[in-house]
């Protein structure tokens, strides 16, 4: 009893004891989680657990959303969705059915946005339609698909006032022995308006990007015809039946649209008509090309695609205008490049497709602008600049998309086309279900853009990716189409933007240079590559002006020198880099073909000689205007005359010859060496040695004229001794007498002949001196 009533008087507030007090608090900590965990079990409403339900398993069986047609119904239409249900679960789905359901109308951009992700079945998502519309799916075991096509006449969908609705497709059945809930749930967009209303339509210019990669550099065949080298036939495949480019111009021939191009692929493709090779840079011998016929169809189909539209030529090449503003402007000479890329765009256009292009125009990638590219821009008179709201924004980050055109000053005019348009195409378009949502987000986006003002008429653009992929052409045009009916919008061409009446409340201020995206800098042409662009461009004019054929070599070159500037470089430095050096490599190859050949070195052997030197032309041209120096190490020891011209056929040397003087005896260094009329060395020197002997002509002279003295001198001492032999024989002697003396030896008229023993008459025969030349001696 004690015990009983101090527990009592523990939980009735006495004063207990330090271990009462503990046992108190412990007694509540249980009961406040037993409290707990019964209201855990309380049973939950039907509906709360349904949704529950629903929400945790709509994941588990993948939607796909394949075709919408019409994609942007009429009132009489009958709506036809197909697409596909896949299984992801480990358990049979049965009793399944797949069904639509029309959920609210969207109200903002940002919500369309939205539209597509995965985020599970709510109730927001709308009951079924009513009626017979639904299709049962037979049992699905895990990892399997069905396909499935639902067929509703638009009036049973019961959409309410114009405007953009969502519309689901879920598949609803059971499993794991749970009791049916919604499976899988895919969402898109329906744009509703069923006929033309009172308000004003939106002017709608899209543009259609021809652009390609570079597929040709400045190498030809060593051929009078110039016969072009590719580096690959990559290009053959795109133009052929189905490939991008050819899908294209197929797919554009009946669209309203603008097409932008760039010239560097007319002229690519046109090359590509004529004869042409594939090999790479140190192949020898590269291969005949095979897509003559492929090119030539795909011109003739683009001279009738584009007969009836506006074409808008971009500078030769597509050259990355961000890349010269920021990294290209500081390097001299750089900024050229796009005034000549200006230039040849209109030629090109022109007489390849046979029709005037806008050159005023420029296109920054993404249409990402600031300052700085819109100075560069509109410095070669593109005073046209085509930006994109995500890049010129609109006060307070407002979806209002006012009209593109925007008077930045200097006369220049930003047409800033509408970013949620542009990039509507940007992603993976192989997927149906992708294609199939990108396509009815453009066309809801577009009939939100109305319903901002349809009061107001204004101007919209879209510039899409640069070169989209055969899926994303495929999209974009099937969204065009949506549009001809002309409920919301009516086609206009890049002109009528650009001189379309600007919004006064738009945004009109360029962005500074700090506003650039990181994520498309990091993407941008080095300034080392400008730089190795200007390096290929001076050994251009150093090369050029000693040929006499100079388009043969500076009409390919230039075209690579722009071709190195272009935006498909954005992303592939390596890809850069490996072209410019192939352009650069190729260029001092043909350099290399006009050159001195090497000379052994040469005795001089005398006070003045010629010394000649042979230039090699290994070109097909003609070159001049070149002059061959000689210099000489000591021209103290060896002087030699002053340079000499140079003018040689193609394919020919020629021999120079300098003549030169000695004036001391020893070897002397020679360097011969090219140089150009502007005294620019040209080439390599060569250098060989000459020996000046100490044998000179006038030594050989003096010593061919002592030799005859000596011969004359002997030849004086024979004839003397032969005079004075005769006399003495004659009895004459040396005194002058007549020879009567007896003590002579003989008598007059003593001719008796000399006998073999008896000493003969000399004049210093015994002296010891040699002989004169040619001396006989009688016996």
Known sequence: MAEAAEVQGAFEGTSPAPACRWFRRTALLLAGVLLVVGLGQLPQAPAARAESASSASSRSVDVSLDTVTPVAPKQDDTLTVSGRVTNNTKSTITGAHVALRVGPQITTRSDIDDIGGRAPFSGSDGSE????????????????????????????????????????????????????????????????????????????????????????????????QQTPVFPNDALAAELAPGGRLQQLVALGKNLPVTWVIDPDLLATVEAMTKSYRIGGPDDQNPAPGRGQAVAKQWLNQLQE???????????????????????????????????????????????????????????????????????????????????????????????????????????????????????????????????SLAVQRFLAQSLMVNKQAPENERSIVVAPQRMPTTSQAQAMATALKGLTDGRWTQSADLGDAARAQPDPAANQHIPGTGSYPDSLRSQELSTEAFEAIQRTQSSLDSFKVILTSQDRVVTPFGSAIMREMSTSWRGDPKGGEAFRDAVQSYLDQLARQVHLIAKSDATLSGRSATIPVTVQNGLLQGVRGLKLVLTSSQPNRLKIDAPQPVEIGGGRQQSVKFETRANANGPVKVTARLYAEDGQPYGEPIFFTVHVTSITPMVLLVIAGGVLLLVLAGLRIYLQRKRAAARKAAGGGPDGTDGDDPGDGGGPGDDKPEQPGDPAAETGARSGDPSGSGEKVER
């Open 305 to 435: 695609a584009v007969a009836d539209h506006q074409v808008v030529a971009l500078p030769f090449g597509d050259p990355d205008l961000a890349s010269l503003a920021h990294r290209g402007k500081d390097v001299p000479g750089a900024l050229s490049h796009l005034q000549s890329a200006t230039e040849l765009a209109s030629t090109t256009v022109e007489t390849i497709l046979g029709v005037k292009p806008r050159t005023d125009f420029a296109w920054p990638v993404d249409g990402a602008v600031d300052s700085s590219i819109v100075d560069v821009a509109t410095s070669a008179g593109a005073h046209n600049v085509i930006a994109r709201s995500d890049s010129v924004r609109e006060p307070g980050g407002s979806s209002y998309a006012p009209t593109a055109a925007r008077q930045i000053g200097g006369g220049n005019t930003a047409i800033v086309a509408d970013a949620r348009l542009s990039t509507v195409f940007d992603g993976e378009m192989i997927k149906a279900n992708d294609s």
């Open 129 to 224: 339609v009513g009626g017979n519309h639904a299709q049962k799916i037979d049992n699905l075991p895990p990892g399997v698909g069905r396909d499935f096509t639902l067929t509703v006449p638009v009036k049973d969908l019961e959409l309410g006032k114009d405007g953009v609705y969502q519309l689901g497709v879920t598949l609803s059945g059971q499993s794991g022995g749970q009791s049916e809930q919604v499976l899988g749930i895919q969402r898109t967009l329906l744009p509703w308006q069923p006929s033309t209303t009172d308000g004003k339509k939106t002017r709608l210019t899209f543009l259609w990007p021809l652009i390609s990669a570079t597929h040709l550099t400045a190498r030809t065949v060593s051929d009078q």
